[in-house]
């Protein structure tokens, strides 16, 4: 983390500016460009990582056979074509989701599919499972020289008019699981059944449906383990039906949650949420924090061990995330607030969770989680 204040202040004063007066898809794709270059080559990987990652074995922890350095990720939705999982883990995540992934590839939803909310630490999404498609996407990576990252990939259902019933979405989902579950990269699977942005993918919130899509997922006989992409705006009665049937197919990883449909809500700065009136489209970051917090602890009082939690939504700090962790997060993913944060925030993140596990007497991050639960 070498000039961290220096890059911060790059960033908060130089960079944020002009980038949040763009187009912010234009934007995004010429930072992922850049991602791409950083990872091309042996000597920009390390100047990344001495840069920006922060490293303290208090941080390590070992999930489902996998070797996690810090509890950090990268949120699907980012690297959604496979471009930057090379630089991933030299800026600092311990691991990252490329996706979501579909079988077909899909240009987009009808634009804006990309806005900014700076007052309600907020993104407006609508690029509707915007893909290259799955073979390409895993050609490109194949490419890239993964097997020492923790990569893994989110696959959703295509969201093309020629997908339009349950069995063929649950078909596509298979036959993107099947180009990817060979590949030795590629260290576990996320199924998304929560964008609200997609024809058919919250389809699968329905108890009968999303078992059926499990499985003919447990008859592939994968070997990487599974996360579930749970929905953000329900009962927590409704997160643990679709808990406990996944778990009846052997499937124990949840991530909470996806993104927030409600435009009352209370976070949103309201003259800030009526830009984007008459827009399809949902919101990510801080309106998705306290629904995320409560749906991770009731789970975690209800299940205990038995399930392996990561917690997505409105990360911008180390307390933000340490509050996660508490209420009963195994791992934690971010994306918004390394926009509105820069690039140095996941090293500080990584730095300010290690300064309060010691402040608070833990041993390692894993004695830390469900504590406050």
Known sequence: MFATPLIRNYYRYVMKPVFFTQDPERVHDRTVRMGSVLGSNAITRKLTKVFLSYEDPILKQNIFGIEFNNPLGLSAGYDYDGHVSKVMKEVGFGFNTVGTVSYHSYEGNTPPRLGRLPNSKSL?????????????????????????????VSVGSSNICDVDTIEKAI???????????????????????????????????????????????????????????????????????????????????????????????PVFDQKEIEKFKGLKGNFSGKPTFENSNRLIRHTRQKY????????????????????????????????????????????????????LLHRDGFGSISEAVGTGA
């Open 304 to 355: 205990g061990k038995d399930v392996v939690i990561v917690g997505a939504g409105g990360i911008f700090n180390a307390e933000d995330a340490y509050t996660k962790i508490r209420a009963g997060a195994n791992i934690i993913q971010m994306i918004t607030g390394l926009i509105f944060g820069g690039p140095q925030v996941v090293g500080e993140i990584n730095k300010g969770l290690a300064v």
């Open 171 to 265: 078909a596509d989902y298979i036959s993107t699981l099947n180009i990817f579950k060979d590949r030795d990269y590629v260290k576990y699977f996320e199924i998304n059944i929560s964008c609200p942005n997609t024809a058919m993918t919250e389809s699968f919130v329905d108890r009968k449906n999303f078992s059926s899509l499990l499985s003919r997922i447990k008859d592939l006989d994968v070997r990487q383990p599974f996360f579930i992409k749970m929905p953000n705006e329900v009962s927590v009665e409704k997160a643990w039906e679709i808990v406990q049937t996944a778990i009846e197919h052997s499937i124990n990883g949840f991530i909470f949650s996806n993104l927030v449909k409600d435009r009352n809500n």
């Open 124 to 152: 407006f999404v609508n690029k509707g499972f915007k893909s290259d498609g799955a073979e390409v996407i895993a050609k490109r990576m194949d490419s890239k020289g993964l097997n020492d990252n923790i990569v893994g």
